[in-house]
């Protein structure tokens, strides 16, 4: 796999879980601890692809 298509993947994986938050706190029977867990993984998908873009 190419850096510049593991970009795109963790950007894509990052975007879904952006999604996803956004569903949950929407609804009613909001899961407050999936939804922290959730955070923290896109947190990491954050740092990654800054990470790797830096060099």
């Known amino acids: 796999m190419t ?3 593991h970009l795109t ?3 894509r994986k990052h975007q879904h ?7 949950e706190q929407r609804s009613p ?5 999936m939804i922290a ?3 923290k993984q896109k947190l990491r998908i ?3 692809i800054s990470r790797l873009s830096q060099g």
Request: no cysteine.
């Open 37 to 39: 867990r959730m955070k």
């Open 17 to 23: 879980l952006s999604d996803e938050v956004e569903r």
């Open 3 to 5: 850096l510049s298509s």
């Open 29 to 33: 029977a909001t899961d407050d601890l």
């Open 9 to 11: 993947e963790l950007r």
């Open 46 to 48: 954050k740092e990654e």
